[in-house]
Structures are given as C-alpha cells and as structure tokens.
C-alpha cells in the first residue's frame, strides 16, 4: 500500500471505531485474513497495531487494500490500464509525537537560516515541494509513476522560479532529482517530512502521498494530475488539482509509456502551474 491509501483509510478507521469503540480496528486484506501495518497507523487512536493485538479484545478487520480500492473500477479496469470511479475521498488523519514535532521545527529553523544565508529580503511563503515519486524507478510501478510524472525540467524550471520570493523545502529520497538551490534536509523519514509540511504554508507537487498530507493537516496544495488520473477520483475539492482534459484522459496506463501523458508535460507549462500558486497565495 502506499501512504496516500493508507492516510485516506484513517478517516474510514476513525468512523468505525466510534461506532465499535470496544473493538481492535485493523487495515487489511479479509479474502487473505491478512492485517498490514504502516507508519501513517502510528499514535492513531483510532487503529490498533496488528502485530501487537490483546487477546482478549474483538477485532474489526477493514478491508482496504491493492484489490479494494473505493476509486477504481474493477470490472472496467484490464491489465495494463485502471479505469476510474467518481470517488471524493475524505482528508485522513495523522498523529505527531512530540519528538516529531520538535525535530520539526527544527528543520524549519535551519531552512530559516539557509534562507537567510542566501537572501537579503523576506520571503513570502513557505513551500513544501516533492517532485518525484520513490517508485519512480521501482521495477512493479516504474510505467505507472513515469506516466504520472511532470518531468524532472519542469519542476526545476517552476522552483526556480518560485525560490526567488519562497522558502522552498524540498522532500527528497534517493532517487530524487534534488535541486542545490532550495533547502532540501537530509535524512527525513514520511512521518518526520509530514510533520515538516504541517509547519509550511502549502504544498507543490505530484498527486500523490503528500496530496493526501496536505489534505489531513487541512493545508491548501496544488499538485500535478497529468492525464493520468482524475481529480474526480481521488481529488480534495480545496485543492488546486491541475489536470489535463483531454479525450483521452484519464489513461490509467501502466504498462506502457504513454504519449497522451508525455503531451499533458507538455499541455502543462510552467505558466499553467504558476497561475495556480498565484490562485491559492492570492485568496
């Protein structure tokens, strides 16, 4: 599961252990009596940890998971494309530790301080960037996540531009197309990154697993769609959600290199992207 799927369920949890506070809440597959755990359950009240339930207490199984997903049309889908339901998906939730608020903080200090170092004026916003998705390169999901990619010139042509009045942070991993100009801290694992989005003004980037952060910790976004998936489907209507409408759109193509998603690179300027950061930091 990916940590959007897994943040979107938390609000589905959350509504099921009040109507069953006396049982176990878990997330997983009923077919296969399996339970996953993800870092995003962690401090969840309202999700018990699988590999850690009391005997003594009823266990409600919800069924979540790559075969159950709300916003995918099974019987349409085949195998090399996803068709899409209409879908709104309601913002998750997620739960700091103390530690992971502070470490926090401090990360937007040294972001404060690199900033200063490089700047003799004020900044205007604080941005939370992700440019890429960390399976961009894996060998299961690597067509889907290129497919869905704005493409790593783009996004250095936007920050680029942004980083000349913005305090951007850039989230990285190893194969992040990282950009020297901008902050971008070391070593921040997804919960420690959430946390330092939760002390930013908005995010920018990808529809993605920080879309669905940013939707939880009810910050505004713009992110990237592409042709590739519907705001319809998986969208927050207070989200800036850039989409490329198109008779082909949304593809769901994932076992191959789509040349409708290349032309929504395309379609997709920086300008466009621009324009819809200025909607948001206007309003």
């Not at 109507?19 to 597959?29: A, P, T, V």
């Not at 969840?44 to 940890?49: C, G, S, T, W, Y």
């Given at each position: 599961?990916?940590?959007?799927?897994?943040?979107?369920?938390?609000?589905?949890?959350?509504?099921?252990?009040?109507?069953?506070?006396?049982?176990?809440?878990?997330?997983?597959?009923?077919?296969?009596?399996?339970?996953?755990?993800?870092?995003?359950?962690?401090?969840?009240?309202?999700?018990?940890?699988?590999?850690?339930?009391?005997?003594?207490?009823?266990?409600?199984?919800?069924?979540?998971?790559?075969?159950?997903?709300?916003?995918?049309?099974?019987?349409?889908?085949?195998?090399?494309?996803?068709?899409?339901?209409?879908?709104?998906?309601?913002?998750?939730?997620?739960?700091?530790?103390?530690?992971?608020?502070?470490?926090?903080?401090?990360?937007?200090?040294?972001?404060?301080?690199?900033?200063?170092?490089n700047?003799?004026?004020?900044?205007?916003?604080?941005?939370?960037?992700?440019?890429?998705?960390?399976?961009?390169?894996?060998?299961?999901?690597?067509?889907?996540?290129?497919?869905?990619?704005?493409?790593?010139?783009?996004?250095?042509?936007?920050?680029?531009?942004?980083?000349?009045?913005?305090?951007?942070?850039?989230?990285?991993?190893?194969?992040?197309?990282?950009?020297?100009?901008?902050?971008?801290?070391?070593?921040?694992?997804?919960?420690?990154?959430?946390a330092?989005?939760?002390?930013?003004?908005?995010?920018?980037?990808?529809?993605?697993?920080?879309?669905h952060?940013?939707?939880?910790?009810?910050?505004?976004?713009?992110?990237?769609f592409?042709?590739?998936?519907?705001?319809?489907?998986?969208?927050?209507?207070?989200?800036?959600?850039?989409?490329?409408?198109?008779?082909?759109?949304?593809?769901?193509?994932?076992?191959?290199?789509?040349?409708?998603?290349?032309?929504?690179?395309?379609?997709?300027?920086?300008d466009?992207?621009?324009?819809?950061?200025?909607?948001i930091?206007?309003?």
């Amino acid at each position: 599961m990916g940590y959007g799927d897994d943040l979107m369920v938390t609000a589905l949890a959350a509504r099921v252990k009040k109507q069953f506070s006396e049982r176990q809440i878990i997330i997983g597959n009923s077919n296969e009596n399996t339970a996953f755990h993800s870092p995003i359950y962690d401090n969840n009240p309202n999700i018990a940890d699988c590999r850690n339930l009391k005997k003594n207490k009823p266990i409600h199984l919800i069924n979540y998971n790559p075969s159950n997903r709300p916003y995918i049309d099974y019987n349409k889908s085949t195998k090399s494309k996803y068709v899409w339901r209409k879908f709104k998906p309601e913002p998750g939730q997620i739960f700091f530790t103390k530690k992971e608020k502070s470490d926090a903080k401090k990360i937007i200090s040294q972001a404060l301080e690199f900033w200063n170092n490089n700047n003799n004026k004020n900044y205007k916003n604080i941005i939370f960037i992700e440019t890429s998705s960390t399976k961009i390169h894996d060998r299961q999901f690597s067509i889907k996540h290129q497919n869905k990619d704005w493409g790593h010139e783009n996004w250095n042509k936007l920050i680029d531009i942004l980083r000349k009045d913005n305090l951007i942070i850039q989230s990285i991993h190893k194969k992040s197309n990282k950009n020297l100009s901008v902050f971008c801290p070391e070593n921040m694992n997804f919960r420690l990154a959430c946390a330092v989005l939760n002390e930013a003004d908005f995010y920018v980037g990808p529809e993605g697993g920080f879309g669905h952060v940013a939707a939880a910790l009810n910050k505004k976004a713009v992110l990237y769609f592409g042709g590739w998936i519907t705001p319809e489907a998986i969208g927050y209507d207070f989200h800036e959600n850039i989409y490329y409408e198109n008779d082909l759109s949304p593809c769901g193509e994932y076992k191959k290199l789509c040349n409708h998603c290349d032309d929504a690179r395309k379609v997709i300027s920086v300008d466009v992207f621009l324009k819809y950061i200025e909607k948001i930091t206007s309003s």
